[in-house]
């Protein structure tokens, strides 16, 4: 069987990429996508109050859990279209060794700071100042195979640029590039 493809977007919390997520499924007219999303797997998690140690334990296994059903999808045959924030290290090295690298299209979803401030506030969703909290984290590793920017593009306008990306696929992938800059004979080099 031949394994999916996965666009992974990674971005702050309210950079937009559940909404390119969104249009990425109206568009893309080449396979079957489905959208696996972080918070929709947060949401599923029991609702009764946890003490700070409980709740970080089980977001740990939530996120650990959720970066192995992407591999499952994919291993399956299933095309998706991830969309994540890597505001802890181990986010990224976690699907750096579960995700076949080569199989993977890293895009990066920009957005002013400012615009993500009135974003959050907006939606009131979210606990004020989380995008700035972790603007500086979730792009650290510095290597996408492609970039957006929510504050100059629309959603449609990125997941457009996404598909005209798709067939000209850098090789090695940015998940390749990455793999060998963090990861060395399956062991973690920093965690």
Aim: glycine fraction near 6%; charged fraction near 25%.
């Amino acid at each position: 069987m031949t394994p999916g493809l996965i666009i992974f977007l990674n971005g702050t919390s309210s950079s937009g990429k559940s909404s390119i997520a969104r249009e990425l499924l109206h568009i893309l007219d080449d396979g079957v996508f489905f959208h696996l999303a972080v918070d929709t797997f947060s949401a599923m998690r029991t609702q009764r109050a946890l003490d700070p140690e409980e709740l970080d334990a089980a977001l740990r296994r939530t996120r650990m859990g959720f970066h192995r059903s992407i591999a499952a999808m994919a291993e399956s045959g299933n095309d998706v279209v991830v969309d994540h924030v890597f505001s802890e290290r181990w986010r990224l090295l976690d699907c750096l060794e579960v995700l076949r690298s080569e199989d993977v299209l890293f895009v990066g979803v920009h957005c002013q700071l400012d615009e993500l401030a009135r974003r959050e506030q907006a939606r009131g969703d979210r606990p004020a100042g989380l995008a700035e909290h972790q603007f500086d984290l979730v792009h650290s590793h510095g290597d996408y195979d492609l970039e957006c920017d929510t504050s100059a593009a629309s959603p449609r306008e990125c997941a457009q640029q996404i598909k005209e990306f798709l067939p000209l696929r850098p090789t090695p992938t940015a998940f390749t590039r990455l793999r060998a800059r963090y990861l060395s004979g399956g062991t973690r080099m920093i965690s």
